[in-house]
């Protein structure tokens, strides 16, 4: 295998074993989120195995001289010489530099979103809490229990009160 080939390949596999797949898959919460991660993974996958299989085997040396006993010498030196003069290029990866800085700001939107994310659900889990201690105190809290804990609202009554205003 060549030395650049190889090199992707190997970060490629490397690359698949530090992936959490299952870890990020419990994150989603939405199925429109679960179907484009699946779609990623599958992606990803192939060509992982792709990089795996196709671009890791190496073309075996010709033998020449297994030829040169059936067909003669004259004519795989001729064919020996137009092999040995074939130049396969090497890969220039362009495509990486210029996808690079975007991949890396997604990356950072990504754990931004992440950090947001992970604020909203602890907002909401106290929230929850909240109103399930709510329900159950519900039908022996009193009224000043219930404006100690909502002051705004409490002062939204006065105010109504005050200005007499009934809701009519």
């Known amino acids: ?17 530090s992936i959490d797949w299952d870890g990020m898959a419990k994150m989603l919460v939405s199925d429109e989120a679960r179907k484009e991660f699946f779609s990623l993974r599958r992606a990803f996958d192939e060509v992982n ?32 010489e137009a092999y040995d003069s074939v130049e396969i290029p090497k890969y220039v990866d362009e495509v990486t530099p210029e996808y690079r800085p975007k991949f890396d700001k ?20 106290k929230e929850i809490a909240d109103v399930q201690e709510l329900k159950k105190k519900l039908s022996t809290m009193t009224a000043d229990e219930y404006f100690a804990k909502h002051p705004e609202l409490k002062k939204k009554f006065d105010d109504e009160i005050r200005n007499d205003y009934w809701g009519y």
């Open 1 to 17: 295998m060549s030395g650049p080939v190889k090199k992707v390949t190997d970060i490629a596999f490397k690359a698949s074993k």
């Open 49 to 80: 195995t792709t990089l795996q299989t196709k671009f890791s085997q190496e073309p075996e040396p010709v033998d020449w001289e297994y030829y040169r006993k059936g067909i003669g010498s004259r004519l795989v030196d001729m064919y020996k």
């Open 106 to 125: 997604l990356l950072v939107e990504l754990k931004e979103a992440e950090q947001q994310s992970l604020k909203e659900s602890e907002r909401l889990e």
